[in-house]
């Protein structure tokens, strides 16, 4: 990895860090610096301030001064970014970092002053330009695409979301670009676009102003601004695949620049290429027929090409549990083969082929194929459990073969496991329990380790779980009706509250399965409140009946639509339909067409089920079952209510 | 290479929706250009921007200055236009409704003429053709195709095997003269060449649109999103897509294609790789090729189904779309930039043989093999065998050592219940170095099998990819018959002469039929040829006897496969005519049926047609006067329009009644025409043209003995 400073600090050298070594180069190239460092892990992030060098390593953050370690700090998870500041009239640096599923943390000498947990999980720091680099404040970049400004002022650590994520990808890297005496935030992301905002340097708290976006086409792993071979400012990426290219201001690219390199320069530098792309299809053609042969030989040699280079990862629940499995290749794709023990619904990018195949004999499987277009690189595929009313309780690995459409002719394996919970992928802070919410709770007891619960764990939740500790305790957020999991374990024991009936025993029943199945003995014992399921309901009290107008509003629009209205009676002075319903008429554009009004229901109930399952207390629960199917399609808040608590009272 | 948008030269708003597919452009007076399209149900708008034409039945809409609207009773179901009668010198205006059609002078306001279509109407295409002098109106039925002339009259007429979904004229034999080609939802594209079908392409789905492309290309488009170019009855490259192409037009040389959703994208005609994409704002209804700025060349006319109507230029290599000169140094640019992705794809594929290489010094033991390695010298083998245990083909795919196959892909299209893929994965613990595959090809027409198999250990990360290419034949799913089945031969036969030798006819089925070991000839005498087969698919057997006297004897319950035996065997042999006699008692009495529920259907219709017509008539007497009666007495209203109320339930009922019958009708319709088309089937050249004739003459007199007698011998007489 490469660190560029900013310009105006030290721009006459470059650091670089790979493995656990640091390397320092000057302005004309020469190294004039290598330290072998002890730490262990590679090194992830660095910053150089003054004669500091700060090094992270996992969850270590490691800082040197004058080459010498001066302080080292443990996080609580991995170090994602980190920005130095060097206090004024001190020679004290304080330092900023961003740690996985927590957060951001300043660190002063060693010690943690502050701290703040941000749900939006962010991935990137980036140190404003002066008169700023002194003041203790970073733009942060965020895994769900948004962009804020993270600020210690008065010994408060704070953030501000500057601009939405609005379903861009998220961030991968951020840089500098100064052009003409404005200030540029360029940020590059995981879905290929690179985008230049607008920023204030007078007022960096002022909402960012996109002014450019390109698209590449594949994740950008870096960003700056610069110059290469002119005076004029560039904006230099790079991408994962290993492109480097610069990007212009348009006005230079369409004006004089471009006939800057003279025609003859181009063609010799095409045919320059073209000898030597001559040359190289005759050497692989060599490689090509020598490995041809050995294919045939008689004596078998060993064909192991090495692995192709992929990233796989999967996101949390978004709308309708779908949960989004994103392939990014180095190589492009040809096909996918999707395959999984259990039937998953499974849908993919509309210029990709996607074809289901009948299940092998009497098995419930899913086989299913992705055919690409040409020149994929990235693609993702969406998956998620069966609606069904068995609870799951063991999550589904997936297997997807990936197939390249060139040379070498070989398929890799990625697998991912689907968690159970997939909507609790939001972080935070532990502090939330305080609340008054009302708690149900399971609580197990045994001989298990703190490793094995975490690997029990990995098929609940989404995302990366905490690294396993002595005492862990941490809590996520359902992206949809925002109740609550919090979860506190250590050796032998473990305990986790939720103000989600349903979460709590989908827990329960995982946990049991996994501690039978690896022959551990644990005691289960859970707490259940009377009210858990009407104070939830408050909880989402409003959002159900927004959700339940939507879901009216487009019943309505569909009616309406099969009407054959066009334009013109519409707009007629005579309108044929009434206030109300041309209202819902003209919003058919403007309003998406998506509502989760079936889904609450679904969980509401599955709740009220879950209590009864729970309690033991199956009496007059068909019944009421019924009735409260019927008061939640009809929104009638007061009738669910009084089922909600009624049960409560059946039972004292 | 970027792919880049494109600029429309015009655009104007219809201000009315658009149906779908109903639309055409026709210069109704002979010079200017008018696009003519269906707005929803019954109305159809008339753009006319190069000044006012309307008069009579048309009216000025009020939405838009420069569109008339025309209202039919009946709902549209196809549009077209074209010079119909011969001595004017401007398009007629051809209106299908479900069963009727208009042929409408738009210029002098006066029906040329209308008429009933009993077999339905899904197309409507007006040209020459043939041998022909006058343009003919074709419309394409449910599966029947009926050519007509300016007065309307029938000039003829034959079957085809499904609701006929596309219909162009096209030089397909490149005489002079033009033939039909006919897209049906049997997912065959015919060709009519003097009302007799030479050719038939089978595809992988249900036929959308069919459009000309040069002298010998065309293009095609199926429901299953495929859009493709033949030249000359051979496919040049098809693309799938998960959007269905509405419309295919060939423009400025290259394959302008309107998707579904809204995007159209211009395609390089050789390869189909995409040049130009657009997309509109909504989904698109017609994509026409028109001259309608009036500029002496024609645009690409594109209409959304909101009315939005825009045209393109056609497209030229270098400069696209924009008029302005691209720098010269911009080939070299692109040029570059391919080199270097090419570049750096070779030296990613050296770059891992070098590795390779280097890997070999690991051993192949299981502990110490990594996680990607195979022997170099493995080889994968395939084999399809028939298996009447399980009423499949086998598909057997296995390696030569003790690597396992992972998982296989069978890609092919139109074999398989769902999508284009059939996957094996087997369960870890089943993993051997031989897997099998069931494959049940549906219909008798020769398949293309890719196989894609994983190959590596239980344990491996990454597997090789071996691939393979499998062709099935036609008749792939008929194996030879055990000795011990001793059913005796079935009453249906299809019997006929032909002078050829035995041998050759061992290479047609050795070519067409995938038999464990291939039909030789005992010794050279041997005049005659006995096969029993034996139908994978439902067990019925198949007898095939060539006589020494070259009587041919095919007995079999499935008229189907009879009929596509003699087509595959006139084909073979280059049999120009073939006359046959038949005997199929089962199809003899389903034609007995149909014949008699069309009859009766016709009947129930003209009962109902009558009763709601006398409904119709009471009520638009009841309604003014429970009007009147609001006046004077409110009771007297009450009761009437209490009537009104009753009438208008059974009116309703009445038309729910309707439709079933016509539903059954058009079903029973067209299971007719299917028996008449493997009727046809049986015979080869004027003889199956001799079929389609009778039987319809048959048809329409209602003479069931003689339509038995056609399918016996062949003619009624």
Redesign the interface.
């Known amino acids: 990895m490469v660190n560029y400073n900013f310009p105006g600090i030290q721009t006459d050298k470059i650091f670089t860090a790979s493995g656990n070594e640091v390397k320092g180069y000057t302005r004309k190239g020469k190294v004039f610096l290598t330290i072998e460092t002890s730490v262990s892990d590679t090194i992830t992030s660095m910053c150089v301030l003054g004669g500091d060098l700060i090094l992270c390593s996992g969850r270590t953050i490691t800082c040197y001064r004058d080459l010498r370690e001066s302080n080292s700090y443990i996080c609580d998870d991995r170090v994602l970014d980190i920005a130095a500041f060097s206090a004024p009239n001190s020679t004290k640096v304080k330092l900023l970092a961003l740690v996985a599923n927590k957060g951001a943390v300043v660190l002063d000498n060693g010690r943690l002053v502050s701290h703040v947990t941000m749900s939006s999980g962010p991935s990137r720091l980036t140190v404003p330009p002066p008169p700023h680099a002194s003041d203790v404040n970073a733009f942060y970049g965020t895994a769900d695409g948004s962009i804020g400004l993270l600020a210690y002022e008065d010994s408060i650590l704070s953030y501000k979301c500057l601009m939405e994520g609005r379903g861009l990808g998220s961030v991968v890297c951020m840089g500098w670009f100064i052009n003409n005496g404005t200030t540029h935030l360029a940020v590059g992301r995981h879905d290929g676009s690179i985008q230049l905002y607008l920023v204030d340097v007078e007022n960096i708290t002022e909402k960012l102003r996109l002014k450019f976006t390109y698209f590449c086409g594949e994740p950008v792993t870096s960003v700056t601004g610069g110059c290469v071979g002119s005076e004029e400012s560039e904006l230099l990426a790079s991408t994962f695949?290993?492109r480097i290219f610069a990007l212009r201001s348009r006005r230079q690219v369409s004006g004089v620049l471009?006939?800057n390199?003279p025609?003859d320069a181009?063609?010799l530098?095409?045919s320059k290429?073209?000898v030597?792309?001559a040359r190289?299809?005759k050497?692989?053609a060599n490689?090509?027929e020598?490995?041809q042969r050995?294919?045939?030989?008689?004596?078998?040699?060993?064909?192991?090409?090495?692995?192709?280079d992929f990233q796989c990862e999967l996101s949390g629940a978004i709308q309708d549990a779908w949960q989004e499995v994103r392939i990014t290749s180095?190589?492009s794709l040809d096909?996918l083969?999707i395959?999984c023990q259990r039937k998953l619904d499974i849908q993919t990018d509309?210029?990709a082929?996607?074809?289901?195949?009948?299940s092998?004999g009497s098995?419930e499987?899913l086989?299913?194929?992705v055919?690409c277009q040409a020149g994929t690189r990235r693609l993702w595929i969406q998956i998620r459990y069966k609606t069904s009313s068995m609870r799951v309780s063991e999550s589904a690995r997936v297997?997807i073969?990936a197939?390249p459409a060139?040379?070498?002719?070989?398929?890799?394996?990625l697998t991912v496991r689907l968690p159970i919970l997939s909507y609790y992928s939001q972080h935070e802070n532990t502090e939330i329990e305080n609340e008054p919410r009302s708690w149900s709770e399971v609580s197990m007891s045994g001989s298990f380790s703190v490793a094995e619960i975490t690997s029990w764990l990995i098929d609940i939740l989404p995302g990366d779980l905490p690294r396993p500790a002595s005492n862990v305790v941490f809590a996520r957020s359902h992206t949809l009706l925002k109740t609550i999991l919090i979860c506190r374990y250590e050796r032998g024991s473990a305990r986790f509250r939720s103000d989600n009936i349903s979460t709590i025993a989908v827990i329960r029943d995982t946990l049991s399965n996994c501690s039978i199945s690896r022959n551990i003995r644990a005691e289960i014992t859970y707490n259940i409140p009377d009210e858990c399921c009407s104070e939830a309901f408050n909880q989402i009290k409003e959002d159900f009946e927004r959700e339940y107008r939507k879901y009216k509003d487009i019943v309505l629009r569909k009616a309406l639509g099969s009407l054959?209205l066009?334009?013109?009676r519409v707009n007629n002075d005579s309108p044929i339909i009434c206030e109300k319903y041309m209202q819902v008429w003209n919003n058919i554009e403007s309003d998406t067409n998506v509502t989760n009004f079936k889904e609450l229901i679904n969980t509401i109930q599955q709740w009220y089920a879950d209590w009864h399952e729970l309690c033991l207390n199956l009496k007059d629960y068909n019944n009421n079952k019924i009735a409260l199917q019927k008061a939640l399609n009809d929104c009638n808040l007061e009738h669910i209510k009084t089922i909600l608590i009624n049960q409560n009272s059946t039972q004292t | 290479m970027q792919i880049s948008s494109a600029q429309p030269v015009f655009k104007l708003e219809l201000n009315h929706k658009v149906t779908p597919g109903i639309v055409t452009i026709a210069k109704f007076d002979g010079t200017h250009a008018c696009l003519t399209a269906c707005a929803g149900y019954d109305k159809i708008i008339i753009h006319h921007p190069h000044g006012s034409m309307v008069s009579g039945r048309a009216q000025r809409s009020q939405a838009h200055g420069e569109v008339s609207e025309l209202n039919l009773s009946q709902a549209v179901i196809a549009l077209a236009a074209g010079p119909l009668k011969p001595d004017a010198a401007r398009d007629m205006l051809l209106i299908g409704s479900p069963s009727q059609i208009l042929a409408y002078d738009v210029h002098e306001n006066t029906d040329l003429f209308f008429r009933d279509a009993p077999d339905g109407v899904n197309v409507i295409t007006v040209d020459n053709f043939g041998k022909y002098d006058e343009p003919l109106a074709f419309v394409g039925g449910n599966s029947s195709v009926q050519a007509l002339n300016w007065q309307g009259n029938e000039i003829f007429w034959n079957v085809v095997g499904g609701k006929v979904s596309a219909m162009i004229t096209f030089d397909f034999d490149k005489d002079g003269e033009n033939e039909l080609l006919v897209g049906c939802e049997d997912s065959y594209i015919r060709v009519l060449k003097n009302n007799q079908f030479i050719v038939e392409i089978p595809e992988t789905g249900p036929i959308l649109c069919l459009s000309p492309v040069t002298e010998v290309r065309f293009s095609y488009g199926l429901a299953n999103g495929t859009i493709g170019i033949y030249e000359e009855g051979i496919r040049l490259w098809r693309v799938k897509s998960k959007q269905n192409a509405l419309a295919l037009q060939w423009s400025g040389e290259t394959l302008a294609c309107c998707w579904n959703n809204g995007r159209v994208d211009w395609r390089d005609g050789t390869s189909g790789r995409v040049l130009r994409r657009v997309q509109m704002r909504t989904s698109a209804a017609a994509m026409l090729l028109a001259d309608y700025r009036s500029v002496g060349a024609p645009d690409l006319v594109c209409v959304s189904d909101k009315g939005e109507v825009m045209g393109y230029p056609p497209y030229q290599e270098n400069t696209g779309f924009s008029t302005a000169k691209t720098l010269p140094s911009e080939e070299d640019r692109q040029a570059i930039t391919e080199l270097f992705n090419k570049k750096q794809a070779l030296l990613m594929e050296l770059q891992h043989y070098e590795a390779n290489a280097a890997s070999s010094v690991f051993s192949l033991d299981e502990d110490e093999r990594p996680s990607t390695a195979m022997p170099t010298n493995t080889r994968l083998q395939v084999a399809v065998n028939a298996s009447p245990e399980d009423q499949c083909l086998e598909l057997t795919i296995s390696t030569n050592n003790d690597t396992i196959v992972r998982a296989a892909l069978v890609l092919a299209e139109g074999i398989f219940e769902t999508g284009e893929t059939l996957a094996r994965h087997p369960h870890p613990a089943q993993l051997r170095s031989i897997l099998q595959i069931s494959l049940k090809p549906p219909r008798d027409v020769p398949v293309d099998v890719h196989i894609k198999a994983l190959v590596g250990y239980s344990g491996s990360e990454q597997f090789h990819i071996f691939e393979l290419t499998k062709q099935l034949p036609r008749f792939s799913m008929y194996t030879k018959a055990l000795p011990s089945s001793v059913c005796t031969k079935s009453d249906s036969v299809v019997s006929f002469r032909i002078t050829e030798r035995v041998q050759r006819i061992c290479i047609w089925i050795n070519q067409n039929f995938l038999l464990d070991e291939e039909v030789e000839l005992q010794n050279e005498e041997m005049k005659e040829l006995h096969l029993r087969l034996f139908c994978l698919r439902d067990q019925s057997l198949l007898d095939m006897e060539f006589g020494a006297d070259g009587n041919v004897k095919f007995y079999t319950t499935d008229i189907r496969l009879a009929g596509n035996l003699i087509q595959s065997l006139a084909v073979f042999l280059n049999l120009s005519d073939l006359q046959s006699v038949a005997q199929f008692p089962e199809t003899e009495k389903k034609l007995r049926i149909e014949m008699d529920m069309a009859s009766q259907v016709g009947e129930i219709r003209s009962r109902l047609a009558a009763e709601t017509a006398e409904r119709a008539q009471l009520i638009t007497a009841l309604l003014p006067a429970a009007q009147d009666a609001a006046s004077y007495d409110l009771k007297e209203m009450l009761s009437r329009y209490k009537e009104v109320i009753m009438l208008n339930e059974e009116l309703l009922t009445g038309c729910h009644i309707r439709r079933a019958t016509q539903e059954q009708a058009v079903t029973s319709l067209k299971s007719l025409h299917t028996i008449l088309q493997h009727a046809a089937r049986l015979r080869v050249g004027k003889y199956s043209k001799a079929v389609v004739a009778a039987s319809r003459k048959a048809v329409k007199e209602d003479n069931i003995e003689a339509l038995i007698k056609i399918l016996q011998v062949g003619d009624s007489a």
């Open positions: 695949s290993g471009l006939s390199i025609q181009l063609t530098r095409r290429l073209e030597e792309v190289l299809e050497q692989t490689e090509r020598k490995y050995s294919t045939r030989s008689l004596t078998a040699g060993l064909s192991a090409p090495p692995l192709l180095a190589v096909m083969f395959y509309n210029a082929v996607l074809s289901v195949c009948s092998q098995h499987d086989l299913a194929t055919r297997m073969y197939l060139g040379a070498p002719r070989v398929a890799r394996l054959d066009d334009d013109t």
